[in-house]
T-cell receptor, first 114, second 116 residues
Framework: DAKTTQPTSMDCAEGRAANLPCNHS???????VYWYRQIHSQGPQYIIH???NNETNEMASLIITEDRKSSTLILPHATLRDTAVYYC???????????????FGQGTTLQVKP | SAVISQKPSRDICQRGTSLTIQCQVD?????MFWYRQQPGQSLTLIAT?????????ESGFVIDKFPISRPNLTFSTLTVSNMSPEDSSIYLC?????????????FGSGTRLTVV
């Protein structure tokens, strides 16, 4: 089962920051948080991932709370092309083999409006 | 990141037949996965394709229905056997390089399967 909870849908005005929350209260100490998005009819696209520290890349910022039980994905200046389903995923580790698998939850449908 | 070529991109099949989907990666990868996405739903992990050994299936998926091969570190196939209309879905291949540093996972564009 997915280890994350997200709101089903959100709206955001074009040009404004989109803040997408995610709860992962059962996360373990060595489990990473990943964010992907899926634009209609395409494969999921990697956005960002993190373990403990906040992360930023050219697409977004990831803010992880100190207790790691929740996180927020921030799209700093949302555009119409950011309309998609956003998935927050906790990577399920595969024992000691340094591998893991992504178990998707239902995601948040973000609608960016003009 | 790895580049994935997934074939076919779409197909329409008769019930009772089987379809084999191919996933080719442009570089060696540690992990390969197969997902199913039913209409309007999220992605569901079918199995982890293990190189040189039997795939590891998730709960609710069995080898007889979804046999998987992975002969090397760049190629895998998923077969959807004895298809019924309920198998109409998008099937996606995903790859990752693993490691504690948490490398990103790449997804193919998927195979859109319609069973009639």
């Amino acid at each position: 089962d997915a280890k994350t909870t997200q709101p089903t849908s959100m709206d955001c005005a074009e040009g404004r920051a989109a803040n997408l929350p995610c709860n992962h209260s059962t996360i373990s100490g060595n489990e990473y948080v990943y964010w992907y998005r899926q634009i209609h009819s395409q494969g999921p696209q990697y956005i960002i991932h993190g373990l403990k520290n906040n992360e930023t890349n050219e697409m977004a910022s990831l803010i992880i709370t100190e207790d790691r039980k929740s996180s927020t994905l921030i799209l700093p200046h949302a555009t119409l092309r950011d309309t998609a389903v956003y998935y927050c995923i906790v990577r399920v580790e595969d024992g000691s083999s340094n591998t893991g698998k992504l178990i998707f939850g239902q995601g948040t449908t973000l609608q960016v409006k003009p | 990141s790895a580049v994935i070529s997934q074939k076919p991109s779409r197909d329409i099949c008769q019930r009772g037949t089987s379809l084999t989907i191919q996933c080719q990666v442009d570089s060696q990868v540690t992990m390969m996965f197969w997902y199913r996405q039913q209409p309007g739903q999220s992605l569901t992990l079918i199995a982890t394709a293990n190189q040189g050994s039997e795939a590891t299936y998730e709960s609710g998926f069995v080898i007889d229905k979804f046999p998987i091969s992975r002969p090397n570190l760049t190629f895998s196939t998923l077969t959807v056997s004895n298809m019924s209309p309920e198998d109409s879905s998008i099937y996606l291949c995903s790859v990752g390089r693993g490691g504690r540093s948490g490398y990103g996972y790449t997804f193919g564009s998927g195979t859109r399967l319609t069973v009639v």
